[in-house]
């Protein structure tokens, strides 16, 4: 081990491996399929990257997002280690180029995401690829058991046969008894000739808490206040991360929003900010954190129940990776467990309704029963959805499970589209349009159709445009491209991305075989994972760690002493829920009476109006009950 301990002192200039490291990396070296489990923050790259820095040769490494590649692409070429990715944000051209350097240059380390490996070009290549070492990283994704799985993650065992002798080490921070079985046995580990690595999912310097708050605003606040430092807000929805992020800045929070829709350049300057702590919260989706390395997070604050205990864990991992105290905090209210268990529901469309959603895109793509096979057609899918009347979440779920029959291919940022932004003054349109009636009258339809784009990027619809305008796609292309020469606005195409990829030629939808074992299993295992997170935070007398740490299979772990069930923080909390869902059912049972006053419920629940106010709010979220004509309380029709 002396030589991965010189490499890891030149490259990274630590003086030691943290634990479990040294082990992982010898039984990589000795030929080994490995497998290592390490909690967010635990140094899951170093076991793979040192390795692949001894072996003479390519390591290959399969990674989920674009966004993770392009980070640890990033972190090696510093440390002066040539690494390449490849990935759907390139061109065909760019791909070619790529994998020539791998094959013919000194590139080390070659990421890629799992849907590239069955590509002609890669395997036209691979035999020219000098791969020494295949990485798995975000294993869990291999399993059906798994909270993110992928199917395409199930064919890198085909990869065997071409790579005789070739050792995998497979990594992931959240892994279930079940799931570590499932990755060795999809994986194909060698018997006999693999290891499993795990270290202890206790975090002993992180506080887990699930407050039970109505005015989650008010408590986050309070949250931010106590607890100086760097932290992550995590909610459930592109717009509420800007929502959440203004009302930050409104208190004088440097803050700023992250989700999957922004632009690769937007989101690593807003990840480099964060990390240079010139923007101290982070309001963002579970786009956010993966494969960062910002060791001084303090607060990880969830407004919003995740779907899983691995999601929740991973999320939460992220504070005090630096080895201080840090806190985790839920904040929860009734309605969440309602909106978690809807998300479940939405997440698995009928069959009916991805017949219909194939179908329309079929005639979207205007293709022909019996053609189409292999071919990339355009997709807009705020077009589709008007065209079609469609909702946007009935369409992604369904378009989500034509992809998972292979049926379609999706990219990851299918459902982006174009952005743009207004840069230049008021004034200086007004000059531009005076000139150029075309460019008058699509400034004007943007302005109109699309709030807030003088001050933020925006998500445009070309295809909406194009009609409202009676233009061609070459024609709008020369008007946008005007306006960018003219300093008037900043532009990102949707470019490759916007594409669907269709791997069988289009059937009668009547014609479409679903596989209903899988999507019946996958049903079952996602709605028992959520409510593993819904009795986390319904719980109120196990110590937190405790519950996590045995939920991926540790059966003895201490109590961490520090969480809100250790320290008895949650009871005066409980008691307030208890209150306020008692005085709820309550006004549900006056309502069956008829409509009430708000000074009548209060009344008869004999509780202050402005609590009173706070229950009926509560009530109308969960849509259970509505204010008529007469400004009175009645029960939801």
């Given at each position: 081990?002396?030589?991965?301990?010189?490499?890891?002192?030149?490259?990274?200039?630590?003086?030691?491996?943290?634990?479990?490291?040294?082990?992982?990396?010898?039984?990589?070296?000795?030929?080994?399929?490995?497998?290592?489990?390490?909690?967010?923050?635990?140094?899951?790259?170093?076991?793979?990257?040192?390795?692949?820095?001894?072996?003479?040769?390519?390591?290959?490494?399969?990674?989920?997002?674009?966004?993770?590649?392009?980070?640890?692409?990033?972190?090696?070429?510093?440390?002066?280690?040539?690494?390449?990715?490849?990935?759907?944000?390139?061109?065909?051209?760019?791909?070619?180029?790529?994998?020539?350097?791998?094959?013919?240059?000194?590139?080390?380390?070659?990421?890629?995401?799992?849907?590239?490996?069955?590509?002609?070009?890669?395997?036209?290549?691979?035999?020219?690829?000098?791969?020494?070492?295949?990485?798995?990283?975000?294993?869990?994704?291999?399993?059906?058991?798994?909270?993110?799985?992928?199917?395409?993650?199930?064919?890198?065992?085909?990869?065997?046969?071409?790579?005789?002798?070739?050792?995998?080490?497979?990594?992931?921070?959240?892994?279930?008894?079940?799931?570590?079985?499932?990755?060795?046995?999809?994986?194909?580990?060698?018997?006999?000739?693999?290891?499993?690595?795990?270290?202890?999912?206790?975090?002993?310097?992180?506080?887990?808490?699930?407050?039970?708050?109505?005015?989650?605003?008010?408590?986050?606040?309070?949250?931010?206040?106590?607890?100086?430092?760097?932290?992550?807000?995590?909610?459930?929805?592109?717009?509420?991360?800007?929502?959440?992020?203004?009302?930050?800045?409104?208190?004088?929070?440097?803050?700023?929003?992250?989700?999957?829709?922004?632009?690769?350049?937007?989101?690593?300057?807003?990840?480099?900010?964060?990390?240079?702590?010139?923007?101290?919260?982070?309001?963002?989706?579970?786009?956010?954190?993966?494969?960062?390395?910002?060791?001084?997070?303090?607060?990880?604050?969830?407004?919003?129940?995740?779907?899983?205990?691995?999601?929740?864990?991973?999320?939460?991992?992220?504070?005090?990776?630096?080895?201080?105290?840090?806190?985790?905090?839920?904040?929860?209210?009734?309605?969440?467990?309602?909106?978690?268990?809807?998300?479940?529901?939405?997440?698995?469309?009928?069959?009916?309704?991805?017949?219909?959603?194939?179908?329309?895109?079929?005639?979207?793509?205007?293709?022909?029963?019996?053609?189409?096979?292999?071919?990339?057609?355009?997709?807009?899918?705020?077009?589709?959805?008007?065209?079609?009347?469609?909702?946007?979440?009935?369409?992604?779920?369904?378009?989500?499970?034509?992809?998972?029959?292979?049926?379609?291919?999706?990219?990851?940022?299918?459902?982006?589209?174009?952005?743009?932004?207004?840069?230049?003054?008021?004034?200086?349109?007004?000059?531009?349009?005076?000139?150029?009636?075309?460019?008058?009258?699509?400034?004007?339809?943007?302005?109109?159709?699309?709030?807030?784009?003088?001050?933020?990027?925006?998500?445009?619809?070309?295809?909406?445009?194009?009609?409202?305008?009676?233009?061609?796609?070459?024609?709008?292309?020369?008007?946008?491209?005007?306006?960018?020469?003219?300093?008037?606005?900043?532009?990102?195409?949707?470019?490759?991305?916007?594409?669907?990829?269709?791997?069988?030629?289009?059937?009668?939808?009547?014609?479409?075989?679903?596989?209903?074992?899988?999507?019946?299993?996958?049903?079952?295992?996602?709605?028992?994972k959520a409510n593993a997170m819904i009795?986390?935070?319904?719980?109120?007398?196990?110590?937190?760690?405790?519950?996590?740490?045995?939920?991926?299979?540790?059966?003895?772990?201490?109590?961490?002493?520090?969480?809100?069930?250790?320290?008895?923080?949650?009871?005066?909390?409980?008691?307030?829920?208890?209150?306020?869902?008692?005085?709820?059912?309550?006004?549900?049972?006056?309502?069956?009476?008829?409509?009430?006053?708000?000074?009548?419920?209060?009344?008869?629940?004999?509780?202050?109006?402005?609590?009173?106010?706070?229950?009926?709010?509560?009530?109308?979220?969960q849509h259970k009950i509505q204010l008529?004509?007469?400004?009175?309380?009645?029960?939801?029709?």
């Open positions: 081990m002396s030589d991965a301990l010189k490499i890891l002192q030149q490259h990274w200039s630590y003086d030691s491996f943290r634990p479990l490291q040294e082990d992982i990396i010898q039984s990589v070296l000795d030929g080994y399929d490995t497998l290592a489990l390490l909690p967010t923050g635990g140094g899951k790259s170093i076991c793979f990257q040192v390795p692949g820095l001894l072996f003479d040769g390519l390591c290959l490494v399969i990674s989920p997002l674009i966004a993770l590649m392009n980070d640890q692409v990033q972190q090696l070429t510093k440390r002066g280690i040539p690494a390449l990715a490849i990935h759907s944000a390139l061109s065909k051209h760019e791909i070619d180029i790529a994998l020539d350097k791998a094959a013919y240059s000194d590139v080390q380390f070659l990421y890629v995401s799992p849907e590239r490996l069955k590509t002609a070009m890669f395997l036209a290549r691979l035999e020219k690829l000098n791969i020494k070492l295949i990485a798995i990283d975000e294993a869990h994704c291999i399993s059906q058991w798994g909270y993110d799985f992928r199917p395409p993650y199930l064919e890198i065992g085909n990869l065997r046969p071409f790579l005789p002798g070739v050792p995998f080490i497979a990594l992931t921070a959240t892994a279930t008894t079940t799931v570590v079985q499932d990755i060795q046995e999809k994986l194909l580990f060698k018997p006999g000739a693999s290891n499993v690595f795990q270290k202890s999912f206790t975090r002993s310097n992180l506080s887990y808490s699930v407050l039970y708050e109505e005015d989650k605003k008010k408590s986050l606040l309070r949250i931010l206040k106590n607890v100086p430092g760097s932290g992550i807000i995590y909610v459930r929805s592109r717009k509420r991360t800007q929502q959440v992020a203004e009302i930050m800045q409104k208190e004088g929070i440097t803050a700023d929003f992250y989700h999957a829709g922004l632009n690769n350049d937007q989101r690593s300057k807003k990840q480099q900010d964060w990390i240079d702590n010139k923007i101290r919260i982070m309001v963002c989706t579970n786009a956010f954190g993966m494969g960062i390395d910002k060791p001084d997070v303090r607060s990880v604050v969830h407004l919003d129940l995740p779907e899983s205990p691995e999601e929740y864990f991973q999320e939460a991992g992220r504070a005090g990776r630096d080895g201080h105290k840090a806190y985790a905090v839920m904040l929860f209210s009734p309605a969440d467990q309602d909106d978690l268990e809807k998300r479940i529901l939405r997440s698995f469309p009928s069959i009916e309704k991805s017949r219909a959603v194939y179908d329309a895109l079929g005639s979207y793509a205007d293709l022909a029963t019996g053609s189409g096979e292999e071919t990339y057609t355009d997709f807009d899918l705020k077009d589709f959805c008007i065209k079609y009347s469609f909702r946007a979440t009935d369409v992604i779920p369904a378009m989500k499970l034509l992809q998972d029959n292979e049926y379609i291919s999706l990219n990851e940022g299918v459902f982006q589209g174009s952005q743009l932004m207004f840069i230049c003054s008021q004034q200086a349109l007004m000059q531009v349009q005076e000139k150029n009636q075309r460019i008058d009258q699509l400034s004007k339809l943007i302005l109109r159709s699309y709030e807030g784009c003088f001050d933020h990027y925006v998500k445009i619809s070309e295809s909406f445009i194009r009609k409202q305008l009676e233009v061609s796609k070459d024609q709008l292309k020369s008007l946008i491209t005007i306006m960018v020469q003219h300093g008037l606005i900043k532009y990102i195409p949707a470019g490759e991305s916007s594409n669907i990829l269709w791997l069988k030629a289009r059937l009668e939808a009547k014609n479409l075989i679903f596989d209903m074992e899988r999507y019946n299993f996958l049903k079952k295992t996602k709605e028992g009795a986390y935070v319904n719980q109120k007398q196990d110590c937190r760690s405790q519950f996590l740490v045995r939920y991926f299979g540790e059966r003895v772990a201490p109590k961490c002493g520090i969480c809100d069930v250790c320290t008895g923080r949650n009871e005066k909390q409980k008691l307030s829920v208890s209150k306020t869902i008692d005085a709820g059912q309550k006004m549900l049972y006056l309502l069956e009476e008829g409509p009430k006053t708000l000074e009548q419920l209060s009344a008869a629940a004999n509780l202050k109006q402005e609590k009173t106010l706070e229950v009926l709010r509560e009530l109308l979220d008529n004509q007469e400004e009175q309380f009645m029960l939801h029709q």
